[in-house]
């Protein structure tokens, strides 16, 4: 199976659990923008743990289970909220990424094959 057919496979396993879990609860539908954590006035966003467990997802082989999909969401969460209490404390203490830091942070993310940039 190709990776995105296993990347959408995942999806839809995940969808499933979570709409079996909604079912059996009785709960509302989840949506992106249901908050599920405030630190220190920031919120985290259920999207936000959601692309997280994808991203952990997209590079485990076969489908999970549903107890594999709550543990990385929670672990999810939690590391998203320490990320979020890291900016905060670096931001009361005026902590600042220089524009020659960027660059080698840049370099060492592509070599490293992270398609995505630090600024």
């Given at each position: 199976?190709?990776?995105?057919?296993a990347?959408?496979?995942?999806?839809?396993?995940?969808?499933?659990?979570?709409?079996?879990?909604?079912a059996?609860?009785?709960l509302?539908?989840?949506?992106?923008?249901?908050?599920?954590?405030?630190?220190?006035?920031?919120?985290?966003?259920?999207?936000?743990?959601?692309?997280?467990?994808?991203?952990?997802l997209?590079?485990?082989?076969?489908?999970?289970?549903?107890?594999?999909v709550?543990?990385?969401?929670?672990?999810?969460?939690?590391s998203?909220?320490?990320?979020?209490?890291?900016?905060?404390?670096?931001?009361?203490?005026?902590?600042?990424?220089?524009?020659?830091?960027h660059?080698?942070?840049?370099?060492?993310?592509?070599?490293l094959?992270?398609?995505?940039?630090?600024?």
């Amino acid at each position: 199976m190709s990776r995105v057919r296993a990347g959408m496979a995942m999806v839809v396993a995940m969808v499933l659990v979570a709409a079996g879990i909604e079912a059996e609860q009785g709960l509302a539908p989840l949506r992106d923008d249901d908050v599920v954590a405030h630190v220190n006035g920031a919120v985290i966003y259920r999207k936000s743990v959601r692309e997280v467990v994808q991203g952990v997802l997209a590079v485990q082989n076969g489908p999970p289970d549903a107890s594999t999909v709550t543990k990385l969401a929670d672990d999810a969460l939690d590391s998203l909220i320490s990320l979020e209490l890291l900016y905060q404390e670096s931001q009361a203490r005026g902590v600042a990424v220089s524009d020659a830091e960027h660059a080698a942070i840049d370099e060492i993310s592509a070599a490293l094959g992270n398609s995505e940039s630090s600024a």
